[in-house]
């Protein structure tokens, strides 16, 4: 009888193939609940971790460089007031000056060492009735010189606005082509 009931003891905590394959199941799902449940967690831990940090360096940064920011911009606007060009009060330029704009320009052009090759006034812009006359012009010279010549349009009382600038490298110099319109009565 003590056979039986040892027999009857051992089959009872014996598992069969299929308590063994449900017994594993259950630890596989609650290993991958487990997973599932508490990796996002860290992830989202160690990706907030980054982020701390990498403000932490940012906040660094600009403690370091703040400093010479406020002199550039105190810099800055101290040069931005002083480089504002003076304007001329505009005036129109007579009809009968219309033949002396080569000539103006000519005189420009050499102040600032360019050598004008061509200075044309469009007389056809005349006749549709605007206010303004178009002046094709050709110089050549120092790339330098170019802002020179520039700026001393903008010093011409009936200058109105520069249509088209166009630089091209030549052989041993820079071209200037420019389209300028300047305001007659």
Request: glycine letters at 2%.
């Amino acid at each position: 009888m003590d056979d039986v009931q040892s027999a009857k003891r051992t089959n009872r905590f014996s598992m069969s193939p299929m308590n063994i394959a449900l017994s594993v199941c259950c630890v596989l799902g609650l290993a991958i609940f487990s997973v599932r449940a508490v990796n996002p967690s860290l992830q989202e831990a160690s990706d907030v971790r980054r982020a701390l940090e990498k403000a932490q360096s940012a906040v660094k940064r600009q403690q370091i460089l703040y400093p010479l920011y406020a002199e550039l911009t105190v810099a800055n606007e101290k040069a931005a007031t002083a480089s504002v060009l003076p304007r001329p009060k505009k005036e129109p330029l007579a009809p009968e000056h219309i033949v002396e704009i080569p000539e103006r320009l000519n005189k420009k052009a050499m102040a600032a060492r360019l050598q004008l090759t061509d200075v044309s006034p469009r007389v056809v812009t005349l006749s549709d009735g605007r206010q303004y006359i178009a002046v094709n012009m050709r110089a050549k010279g120092a790339f330098a010189a170019f802002r020179s010549f520039l700026l001393s349009l903008g010093e011409l009382p009936s200058f109105e606005h520069v249509e088209r600038l166009t630089v091209r490298k030549g052989i041993m110099c820079e071209e200037l082509e420019l389209t300028a319109w300047l305001a007659i009565e």
